[in-house]
């Protein structure tokens, strides 16, 4: 009988190996994955490789968790996954891409909702007391663990939820500021750390884990106020490095190794993008962050008193010089994806191609919402991404010569008081010069101004033409306009 009882053990021992072999396995694969769907990421032609890598790598970390020894039950898990599924799937393939900045922001709010309650429980798990009365408690660098895991994961979600009202515009997108904003933000980032550290050197003092988990909660909230419209993919981006950074905590704090390299990654790849998004606009990551860009329309001394016209262009005149230009850069801002215009500049591009001209497209690195938005956009309308001039100073070489530059959409951009003006908010951001080509097309709903709030002196320059209304329709008469020509000649 003790021979049996050994060997039932043994082969108790050996599926047991297997199965954590199986499921280090599928971790391993997983993370192999998520590097390989990051490095394709960088290269346009690759993007849609990536997302496939990607989702491949997280299809066999879910299957390894689903494998682990650790799981009593799935009845939850089970209720969890149709949920989850009923709603997203759903979500995922009814949102319109103009709507996909909100609806990253919004998703980021809920997998940091999961990372947040995962570190509750697990602390109320550490200090429930046991059948003897007794509790296990934790130790000071699972606790460290915990507390960055619920620090960052509440921090990400009602800042995430906060991203998602600006941008879905429930909320003012203007910055939301009073006076010592910055300080008391700094002051309570403090007191949550001070928290953090009393919970990492006396684990089990309860007061300070909720007390930083409902400053946190705060944070996410003021944070995110006194942050304009105009920077939210640069706030969304952030609170993407806080999302990761909240799994790879819950990784060590559970012992999950994909979670920690997965986590990691994102952290580490939403931070950079922060910077270099920050970078783009010439400005410093503390600027974005606590600067209230855009809360005041900004005006130049040397604008005051001054009483300036644009002027606009019929769209037949502008369909016959399109017809006959050789060279065409079209310039897209959010204003062409709010207008789900993509469709009918492709085709615009087509009749212009067809009559002998070139096309390319300047694409500003933080036009849009989020970072490649109007990359994915143009993607999903068919247009070639070598037409596609993602560099600032590439991009200005071409309009140098252009016989016509296209603006759909687009403001701050191409704001020459970024480069003309000192007492510009835009001051020393790269920008697109569409005024050095020939002619200048801007296709604007009205009269407003853009994210940052000032005017833009483009819109009066001596070479600059207004066509004013929805761009989808602009662009429509203006294809209507040079098939016509076509079918005169």
């Not at 600027?287 to 037949?316: D, L, M, Q, W, Y």
């Not at 065409?328 to 204003?335: D, E, F, K, Q, S």
């Not at 596609?388 to 590439?394: A, K, S």
Request: aromatic residues 8%; glycine residues 12%.
């Amino acid at each position: 009988m003790t021979y049996g009882l050994l060997a039932l053990v043994a082969d108790s021992s050996a599926a047991m190996g297997a199965q954590d072999l199986f499921v280090q396995g599928s971790y391993l694969v997983a993370s192999i994955l998520f590097i390989l769907g990051l490095r394709s990421l960088t290269r346009p032609a690759d993007a849609r490789l990536g997302m496939q890598q990607a989702a491949l790598g997280m299809l066999f970390a879910v299957v390894g968790t689903l494998l682990n020894h650790e799981i009593i039950t799935y009845q939850w898990i089970i209720i969890g996954l149709v949920i989850g599924a009923a709603a997203g799937y759903p979500m995922a393939m009814k949102i319109e891409m103009t709507a996909m900045p909100q609806f990253i922001a919004f998703s980021h709010a809920f997998g940091a909702i999961a990372a947040t309650l995962v570190g509750i429980v697990e602390y109320r798990h550490a200090y429930a007391p046991g059948a003897e009365g007794l509790t296990p408690g934790l130790t000071g660098g699972t606790a460290a663990a915990l507390g960055f895991e619920v620090l960052f994961g509440a921090l990400t979600v009602t800042g995430s939820f906060m991203a998602f009202g600006k941008l879905q515009e429930l909320i003012t997108g203007r910055p939301i500021t009073f006076r010592g904003q910055n300080a008391l933000n700094l002051l309570l980032m403090a007191v949550a750390f001070g928290c953090l550290t009393m919970l990492v050197l006396h684990p089990e003092t309860a007061w300070a884990f909720y007390a930083m988990v409902g400053l946190a909660l705060f944070l996410g909230v003021s944070m995110v106020l006194p942050i304009g419209g105009g920077d939210m993919p640069v706030v969304v981006s952030l609170l993407n490095s806080y999302a990761g950074l909240a799994a790879a905590a819950t990784g060590f704090a559970i012992g999950n190794n994909v979670l920690i390299i997965a986590g990691a990654l994102e952290g580490a790849g939403g931070f950079i993008l922060s910077m270099m998004m920050s970078k783009a606009m010439n400005r410093s990551f503390g600027n974005v962050i606590f600067g209230a860009f855009g809360a005041t329309p900004a005006s130049s001394a040397k604008k005051v008193g001054e009483a300036r016209e644009s002027k606009t262009i019929t769209p037949e005149d502008a369909a016959l010089q399109l017809a006959y230009a050789g060279s065409v850069v079209i310039i897209p801002g959010y204003g062409m994806a709010v207008a789900q215009a993509q469709h009918v500049c492709r085709e615009l591009h087509e009749l212009i191609q067809k009559q002998g001209g070139d096309v390319k497209y300047a694409i500003h690195p933080v036009a849009g919402r989020m970072p490649g938005h109007l990359n994915v956009i143009l993607s999903e309308a068919g247009i070639d991404y070598g037409a596609l001039l993602t560099d600032v100073d590439d991009a200005n070489r071409v309009l140098n010569t252009a016989d016509i530059a296209v603006i759909i959409g687009a403001n701050d951009i191409v704001n020459p008081d970024a480069e003309d003006d000192k007492g510009s908010p835009l001051y020393g951001m790269p920008i697109f010069r569409p005024w050095t080509a020939r002619t200048v097309y801007v296709i604007k709903r009205g009269k407003g101004t853009g994210f940052s709030g000032v005017e833009n002196p483009l819109f009066f320059k001596d070479n600059t033409l207004m066509l004013y209304g929805d761009a989808k329709g602009v662009l429509g008469n203006l294809i209507k306009e040079i098939k016509a020509l076509d079918e005169g000649h």
